[in-house]
């Protein structure tokens, strides 16, 4: 059977209003509209002529249809964005992921109320105003109150949020409500500077997936002005590096009613990021986080890893712009937790004073055990790095005293020789300098050293190599050097101080007057090693960096990072950890770590399990 012709778009009724909408839409975004976006709204896009069919079908049948086409629009539109708008963060959500953290925020909320008010603050086509729409409609709330009074969106696109209009009408003219208008509630505006439309501040949801724009390099970064202007609003949770995405949060969080949820997509940094930080703290003040969803995989075009936190609103005491804490609830509510696109339920935990990022950690299959510390490790001592220069100042001062033919850059022997220690040399508690190969410079070295004369010599001219120098002399003495990169901590003690650390690796060194146990330096150094090494450093050192790089599953200390590690509570269990390091006694060292942090049977036997499967002793 041959199709019939294409049925002309209605001029009247509901399919007109769309259309005229939809036109409206991309006319105002500069853009021609797709011919066949101009067929629906009076039926679907390619209807073969025949009977309207938003009249003919009915409701039921109709709601995810009704959905799908009018999530249509929004990626349609999407699709027409330039390179501009998609770097300053415009990528719109997929329906299944919008409507997976919707549900999350608004379906699984422990009470209903009965003004379920909804706030995307950067609304974009509408993909959260859409799949709040279906949530609502799914409890039973009638589609022309829903579109009518409940849901409320901005966006600074005024294209976005005409399409979004459009969107919403569609959806609410194909579950039959074509009179539905959500009018003022939906408006093209600044989210961080004038808040939500009719400055409406007691909403029941806040949903969304704001723009992403960190501020390291790229077109998104802030100018100082700008910057400037957000101080003045949210005052310190900008920080000069905070992504624009965390600051949404904390924006979202404050228009929340007693009781409110919340649920955004941002990038899975936040949980960890030092700029977030004061967000964090911010919203803890506020706000229980009572869910987090980890995607663990691409969600989006853009290659950045995503979660979704839900947070609850606890109080609404607002003095300026900021908000006046209540106190916590002890122990506060469980956490719930899922993972990847199909929202996998995890199991829910408390957070008992666990930061954002430990409660991620199980979405990678990572235990985040209960335990007791007394301080962080820069309490008790100094962590240094060297970066570039003490890396390549250092390239033509190496030789391989594996390579007997091979002459020292001088020519004759060289007077003082120091072991260069990289990285992929460091086990947990012991240095392979000399059994395993050693990468540096592109080269392969068995028995990589630095000729400190030829160093000397070249330090004289001055540039990195003075660095390099300065670098290998300030590091000589006992110290603990941190592997990076590595699957658990890793750190080995140079009891004899000669060797030369080089680049990524970080050097701790104890501080006078920090509580260590142990006699000297060399015991006091195996005992910070004891912490870095330790299965519950390894489970801080990956919950610091969760989500800053492209793989969650390596630890990449920094130094200030190693700073943040906890110390134990019992010195001497952790006396008796750093021994059974020293000595290479793996189980005696985690047995021992584990009442040195004070951890109960059980999680002390999960923590093992995780940590010995991954130590490479
Ligand atoms: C990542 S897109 C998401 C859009 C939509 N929420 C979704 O999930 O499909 C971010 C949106 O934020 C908008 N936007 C950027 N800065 C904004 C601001 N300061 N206030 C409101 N919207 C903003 C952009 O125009 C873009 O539509």
Redesign the pocket.
């Known amino acids: 059977m041959h199709p019939g012709p294409r049925a002309a778009p209605d001029d009247s009724g509901p399919g007109a209003i769309v259309r005229a909408l939809v036109v409206a839409g991309w006319a105002r975004a500069g853009l021609e509209p797709p011919a066949d976006l101009l067929a629906m709204g009076g039926g679907r896009a390619g209807t073969v002529g025949g009977p309207d069919p938003i009249a003919h079908r009915p409701p039921v049948a109709l709601a995810s249809a009704a959905l799908a086409a009018a999530h249509r629009l ?1 990626s349609d539109y999407e699709r027409q964005l330039d390179a501009r708008s998609r770097a ?6 997929p329906p299944d992921v ?1 409507h997976g953290v919707t549900r999350l925020v608004i379906a699984d909320a422990p009470a209903r109320t009965s003004e379920p008010t909804v706030w ?6 509408g ?2 105003l859409l799949a709040a729409a279906g949530v609502l409609a799914s409890l039973g709330h009638e589609p022309s109150r829903i579109v009518n009074d409940l849901l409320w969106g ?4 005024p294209g ?1 949020v005409a399409v979004a209009e459009a969107a919403l009408v569609l959806w609410a003219t194909l579950s039959g409500a074509p009179d539905a208008r959500p009018g003022p509630h939906l408006e093209v505006a ?3 500077r004038s808040g939500p439309p009719l400055a409406r501040a007691d909403f029941a949801f806040v949903v ?4 992403f724009q960190g501020q390291m390099t790229g077109g998104s970064v802030r100018t100082r002005r700008a910057r400037e202007a957000l101080r003045e609003r949210w005052g310190d949770v900008v920080g000069p590096y905070t992504d624009t995405s965390t600051l949404f949060l904390v924006a979202g969080t404050s228009v929340l009613a007693a009781g409110g949820r919340m649920g955004m997509i941002l990038p899975t940094s936040v949980l960890s990021a030092r700029d977030a930080q004061r967000a964090r703290e911010h919203i803890d003040r506020s706000a229980d986080l009572v869910g987090l969803w980890v995607a663990t995989e691409p969600v989006f075009a853009a290659s950045v890893a995503v979660c979704a936190p839900v947070l609850a609103r606890r109080s609404r005491v607002v003095a300026g712009s900021m908000v006046t804490p209540e106190p916590a609830i002890a122990g506060g509510p469980p956490v719930e937790r899922w993972r990847r696109r199909g929202f996998e339920q995890l199991a829910s935990i408390h957070r008992e004073g666990r930061r954002w990022s430990e409660l991620a950690l199980a979405a990678i299959d990572v235990p985040s055990p209960r335990f007791a510390s007394s301080g962080t490790v820069g309490s008790v001592a100094e962590a240094s790095s060297g970066f570039r220069d003490e890396y390549y100042g250092l390239v033509d001062s190496v030789i391989d005293l594996a390579e007997e033919e091979r002459p020292s850059p001088s020519g004759s022997a060289p007077s003082e020789v120091r072991p260069l220690i990289t990285s992929g040399t460091i086990d947990p508690g012991r240095c392979l300098w000399g059994e395993r190969p050693a990468r540096f410079a592109k080269r392969s070295f068995l028995m990589p050293v630095v000729d400190v004369a030829a160093l000397a010599r070249a330090a004289a001219g001055g540039g990195a190599a003075a660095r390099a120098a300065a670098w290998a002399e300030a590091t000589r003495g006992p110290k603990v050097v941190v592997a990076t990169q590595t699957k658990v901590g890793e750190a080995a003690v140079d009891e004899e101080g000669g060797w030369v650390p080089s680049t990524p690796t970080i050097v701790l060194r104890p501080v006078a007057g920090g509580h260590l146990p142990g006699s000297d330096a060399v015991e006091m150094s195996w005992a910070l090693a004891a912490v870095v090494c330790s299965p519950i450093g390894s489970v801080a050192a990956l919950a610091g960096s969760f989500g800053s790089g492209r793989t969650s599953h390596a630890l990449k200390p920094t130094a200030a990072s190693v700073l943040d590690l906890p110390l134990p509570v019992d010195p001497d269990a952790w006396a008796a950890g750093a021994r059974a390091l020293r000595e290479r006694d793996r189980d005696g060292f985690a047995a021992a770590m584990a009442e040195a942090y004070g951890l109960d049977a059980g999680d002390a036997a999960d923590l093992q399990g995780w940590w010995t499967s991954r130590a490479p002793w």
């Open positions: 929004g300053a963060g415009a990528h719109y959500t919008a995307d603050p950067a609304c974009g086509g993909a959260f901005t966006d600074t696109d976005a600044d989210s961080l969304g997936n704001p723009p």
